[in-house]
């Protein structure tokens, strides 16, 4: 069975300048949870919704901080600040645009490939899509549902 056999002609993609914000709607909107970039019908990178929850994870504190008799007042507006950066660099987040997360390095596969060639690629890279590219130009895209579908009715 061919990659084109099954992949999804109906590709649904967005732009590198596609603000961060609007690809998140994309993704719930159409219930998917990846997408290419595309530009002028060339694939220039890939997100995933795990690259759009990457960017609410906040770095771990490292060991425990006691404060001093002298800083228990400013205690609460060191938070206050803190709470106010966050909430800033969030909504700053929304407006940005998708190349500045999107994955350039993108696996790709032929719709002449092979489904377990597509499949192979799949697992050893442990992504759930691969853009479907013929002749330099994204014509669809496979993923993991995909395959399962079409070995589901062979």
Same mark, same amino acid.
């Given at each position: 069975?061919?990659?084109?056999?099954?992949?999804?002609? %109906? +590709?649904?993609?967005?732009?590198? %300048? *596609?603000?961060?914000?609007?690809?998140?709607?994309?993704?719930?909107? &159409?219930?998917?949870? !990846?997408?290419?970039?595309?530009?002028? %019908?060339?694939?220039?990178?890939?997100?995933?919704?795990?690259?759009?929850?990457?960017?609410?994870?906040?770095?771990?504190? &490292? !060991?425990?901080?006691?404060?001093?008799?002298?800083?228990? +007042?400013?205690?609460?507006?060191?938070?206050?600040?803190?709470?106010?950066?966050?909430?800033?660099? +969030?909504? %700053?987040?929304?407006?940005?645009?998708?190349?500045?997360?999107?994955? *350039?390095?993108?696996? *790709?596969?032929?719709?002449?490939? *092979?489904?377990?060639?597509?499949?192979?690629?799949?697992?050893?890279? &442990?992504?759930?899509?691969?853009?479907?590219?013929? !002749?330099?130009?994204?014509?669809?895209?496979?993923?993991?549902?995909?395959?399962?579908?079409? +070995? !589901?009715?062979?």
């Amino acid at each position: 069975m061919k990659v084109q056999d099954v992949m999804n002609p %109906d +590709l649904i993609a967005c732009s590198p %300048d *596609t603000p961060i914000r609007d690809v998140a709607q994309l993704l719930k909107q &159409k219930n998917i949870s !990846g997408l290419p970039i595309v530009e002028n %019908d060339k694939l220039v990178g890939i997100v995933s919704e795990g690259d759009l929850l990457r960017l609410l994870e906040v770095p771990e504190h &490292k !060991g425990l901080w006691l404060p001093s008799p002298f800083e228990v +007042l400013e205690v609460p507006i060191r938070e206050l600040v803190s709470w106010e950066d966050s909430k800033h660099m +969030l909504e %700053d987040i929304g407006s940005k645009p998708i190349s500045d997360i999107m994955k *350039t390095n993108v696996y *790709t596969v032929a719709p002449s490939s *092979t489904v377990q060639d597509a499949s192979a690629i799949i697992t050893k890279h &442990k992504i759930n899509r691969l853009p479907v590219l013929e !002749g330099g130009n994204v014509i669809g895209i496979i993923t993991r549902g995909d395959i399962i579908h079409g +070995l !589901g009715s062979v």
